[in-house]
């Protein structure tokens, strides 16, 4: 199960992901920061707890997948998969540059472990649930972990996709939302979003869990139950996240989905993560 085996603190684990994406925004002096800072606690878990893959074999055939079908959530997607030893350290500094293996939007074709091409909001999940259903005709026993955001719970797409997955009893996809409560125009409670989400993935035939996603106590505890559950269903988590978090300065921004930092607040960020570095 990947690098789970070591004796690193999911909290160091988090830390480092955190770290590594404020690395690779400093070389372009903006992005979608809060975003990575938020999921950075869920990420951990995924790749240090939950997820069966070979940091040195991205593609063997024995692995859980994990879709990211947010694709501006690139880096902090790249920040684990760094931390995972999947993609070199050394490549921060080409985040987002011309020939780069780690453009600001994900890509399939350029990225180890970058399953998916997100970008197209909305797609994700219905990549997800073909996956899943081609594993279960293989007789593959691989699990099926899909990131989308809370925005995307406004598109038609992934609620055909939500149906879909009923229909083919697919017990082997999670689906993972990253409610940060925040779009491009604003809370996403103001747009689509209003009814209790768990409730509602429930209400469609889905075992809904709902999370502190920055509580990794709530968030272990909600992987393992997704993964054990024994009922035929597909599993969802909503992941509760804080937009920056770690980052008080950050966190205290009224607009936070696309962040511009001035220079000098790239060391004071980093510097305000690396006194709380965790054991």
């Not at 939007?105 to 180890?112: C, D, L, N």
Request: net charge negative.
């Amino acid at each position: 199960m990947g690098a789970s085996g070591s004796n690193v603190s999911l909290a160091r684990r988090a830390w480092a992901i955190r770290r590594n994406a404020l690395l690779m925004g400093e070389v372009q002096g903006q992005g979608y920061i809060g975003q990575a800072l938020g999921v950075a606690d869920v990420l951990a878990v995924s790749y240090f707890h939950a997820l069966r893959y070979r940091p040195d074999d991205p593609e063997w055939e024995g692995r859980d997948r994990f879709y990211l079908s947010i694709g501006h959530y690139a880096i902090a997607l790249y920040s684990a998969l760094i931390e995972a030893g999947i993609l070199p350290e050394d490549e921060i500094g080409t985040y987002g540059m011309d020939d780069s293996r780690m453009p600001m939007s994900g890509m399939a074709a350029y990225t180890p472990g970058m399953e998916i091409t997100g970008g197209s909001l909305g797609h994700g999940l219905g990549i997800a649930v073909g996956a899943a259903l081609g594993l279960k005709r293989k007789e593959n026993p691989a699990f099926v972990y899909n990131m989308l955001s809370d925005g995307e719970l406004g598109e038609g797409s992934t609620w055909e996709a939500v149906m879909s997955a009923v229909q083919w009893k697919l017990d082997n996809l999670i689906a993972i939302v990253d409610f940060n409560n925040q779009q491009a125009d604003g809370p996403t409670t103001q747009a689509l979003a209003q009814v209790p989400e768990a409730a509602k993935w429930s209400a469609f035939g889905w075992f809904a869990q709902s999370v502190d996603g920055n509580d990794l106590d709530a968030v272990v505890a909600a992987f393992d139950a997704a993964r054990a559950h024994d009922g035929p269903q597909p599993r969802v988590i909503i992941c509760n996240t804080k937009m920056c978090k770690g980052i008080p300065f950050l966190e205290d921004r009224e607009i936070t989905h696309f962040i511009r930092v001035e220079p000098d607040e790239w060391a004071k960020a980093l510097s305000i993560l690396d006194e709380e570095k965790p054991q």
